[in-house]
């Protein structure tokens, strides 16, 4: 399954394939076994217990729709659009700011309505900073080493997309969005010492954002120690912890999640993990991880192809979606296993959560383009 140079004949790389399409698999069951109960009970579903399942497999289709269209799209106009993408990105989380636009739940102002479903602009924002900062790394390439040139300009413009970000508020995407940026900028050849200094000055800016934020503060505390206050603001971690507590080596069972039962909130979405810990186990929860690094592995393996193609915003482009998916279930399994502190930030192509499948299922198919590029230029063609 790992790539052969020796195989030209091959057009896709299988293993990246299959690797999405097994995660993709395991989060469509994942889903109905974790909202099936809310799904029976709720009003807003008309108590059809299949609501979440049929609506997560619709996305999962608009997704791959949309991924097998960008397969389509050679990469030399993903560059060439980059940079009005990204303005419309950043159009669009304006428009979110606009009273009577932003649909506001929970006291975040995260989602535009579209009358049939709802739209998170910073979900697509993640797929535009990729490309984004790949053009701007390569543009910018004989400056990398220039703070005023090579390092000012992204970090102003990135400066104002967290602004914006933070008024939602979206915390976590901000914080999967700025790893992006900076990750893309070190892999173009970013001095280094930039990179330590402005890795130190975030972590001091996130700092004072958590201490600043009464609600953020609450999270970090239940972090700390979710039995505390296992009814209050421990109330989501502790509950995870039960589940992969319950869960031991191979699980409960499929289906048989006791936690699901209006005892965890959103099982489906950002705790999706934690059913699946329960209901699978130890081993459940391996084959997900396992999933996820061989995925990322394939992304930044495509990317250093590219890179010996000489085709370094294609291996940019590659590597900044490796990162995206790898720090979105990081921060998303630390959350579920009480590593990291309480984020809204789903599972990759597991968790549902229409924006979220449709456009990482984009950035798959970005990333297949890339590989069938360079496959193709392996084989003497040009492009």
């Not at 600043?212 to 296992?230: C, E, H, K, T, V």
Request: charged share 15%; aromatic share 14%.
């Amino acid at each position: 399954m790992f790539y052969n140079p020796a195989r030209r004949d091959s057009s896709l790389d299988a293993a990246l394939v299959w690797s999405a399409l097994m995660l993709a698999a395991i989060g469509l069951v994942m889903v109905y076994s974790a909202s099936i109960a809310m799904a029976e009970a709720e009003r807003f579903t008309g108590f059809r217990p299949t609501y979440f399942l049929v609506r997560h497999a619709v996305y999962l289709a608009v997704g791959l729709a949309f991924a097998a269209a960008l397969f389509r799209v050679p990469l030399w106009l993903w560059q060439k659009a980059s940079p009005w993408l990204f303005m419309a990105g950043t159009g669009l989380l304006v428009l979110l700011l606009i009273p009577g636009v932003g649909r506001e739940v929970n006291g975040a102002r995260r989602w535009i309505s579209l009358g049939f479903a709802t739209f998170q602009p910073s979900e697509l924002m993640k797929l535009f900073v990729v490309l984004y900062a790949a053009d701007y790394t390569v543009r910018k390439a004989a400056f990398m080493d220039d703070v005023r040139k090579g390092f000012l300009p992204m970090f102003a413009v990135m400066t104002f997309i967290a602004a914006l970000m933070l008024r939602e508020p979206d915390f976590g995407a901000l914080v999967v969005v700025t790893t992006i940026a900076m990750a893309v900028l070190f892999l173009g050849g970013l001095n280094w010492r930039l990179f330590a200094g402005l890795a130190a000055l975030l972590s001091v800016a996130f700092a004072v954002l958590i201490v600043s934020s009464p609600y953020r503060l609450q999270r970090i505390l239940g972090f700390m120690d979710p039995w505390a206050d296992s009814l209050g603001k421990g109330y989501q971690l502790s509950h995870s912890l039960i589940a992969f507590g319950r869960g031991e080596l191979f699980g409960v069972g499929l289906g048989a999640s006791v936690e699901k039962l209006f005892y965890l909130p959103e099982a489906h979405t950002d705790f999706l993990l934690a059913v699946i810990a329960e209901e699978l186990g130890f081993a459940g929860v391996f084959v997900v991880i396992m999933l996820f690094l061989f995925l990322i592995h394939r992304a930044f393996a495509v990317g250093r192809r590219a890179a010996s193609l000489e085709r370094y915003y294609a291996a940019l482009v590659a590597q900044g979606i490796g990162v995206w998916i790898a720090a979105q279930a990081f921060i998303n399994m630390g959350v579920n296993m009480g590593l990291l502190p309480t984020k809204g930030l789903t599972l990759p192509l597991l968790s549902f959560g229409g924006t979220g499948i449709v456009v990482t299922c984009m950035a798959l198919g970005i990333l297949m383009r890339i590989d069938w590029e360079n496959r193709y230029l392996m084989r003497g063609g040009s492009l």
